[in-house]
């Protein structure tokens, strides 16, 4: 199983993370959504992106991590920013303390200077995609990204979790 996450902040002191679980890289339909209110995060930092996030992202890792055999995550960001960690490395190391090792793919919607990632172009969008990953390489997770289902630059289940978090969507 594939898990898709997001993250959207509803205000100073609460936020909601959402994910969504897929078998195939071209499945046009999730076979689960979440979405759980988080707390307990600081606030935005530029360069530390991850001190945010986690707290949002980790108990929902964890729990779904034990409900489904889930092999990949994917993050909205970097897994590495060249030589600093970005969000998805930061995951990794952090399910890796609890012996999880699900390899991690972090697709950004925009290039960091520096970090070396694979450039994805889907539809006939000619912007690009920033694809990097850790327990597969960036080509190999921007050739999954690049078959994921939708005609348009973002893949539709990237969206589905992206309007999850945002509450307009509601998980069954």
Same mark, same amino acid.
């Given at each position: 199983?594939?898990? @898709?996450?997001? !993250? &959207?902040?509803? #205000?100073? /002191?609460?936020? +909601? @993370?959402?994910a969504v679980v897929?078998? %195939?890289?071209?499945?046009?339909?999730p076979v689960a959504m979440y979405a759980d209110r988080a707390t307990g995060f600081g606030p935005y930092v530029p360069g530390r992106f991850y001190e945010r996030e986690l707290p949002c *992202? *980790?108990?929902?890792? %964890?729990?779904l991590l034990s409900a489904h055999d889930v092999h990949t995550v994917v993050v909205d960001g970097y897994v590495d920013l060249g030589e600093k960690a970005g969000l998805g490395r930061h995951v990794a190391n952090a399910l890796a303390e609890d012996d999880l090792t699900p390899a991690i793919v972090g697709v950004a919607k925009t290039q960091f200077d520096g970090a070396p990632a694979e450039e994805v172009l889907r539809g006939e969008s000619t912007t690009p995609l920033w694809v990097?990953?850790? $327990?597969? #390489?960036? @080509?190999?997770? $921007?050739? &999954? !990204? +690049?078959?994921?289902? $939708?005609?348009? +630059?973002? =893949?539709?289940?990237?969206? *589905? /979790?992206? %309007?999850?978090? +945002?509450? %307009? /969507? /509601? =998980?069954?």
């Open positions: 199983m594939i898990l @898709a996450t997001d !993250v &959207h902040y509803l #205000s100073e /002191v609460e936020a +909601r @993370a959402a897929f078998e %195939h890289w071209d499945d046009p339909a *992202l *980790l108990p929902m890792l %964890h729990w990097t990953a850790s $327990g597969l #390489s960036n @080509a190999e997770a $921007g050739n &999954h !990204v +690049r078959t994921m289902y $939708g005609r348009f +630059r973002m =893949p539709t289940l990237l969206l *589905l /979790v992206d %309007h999850i978090a +945002r509450g %307009h /969507v /509601v =998980p069954l």
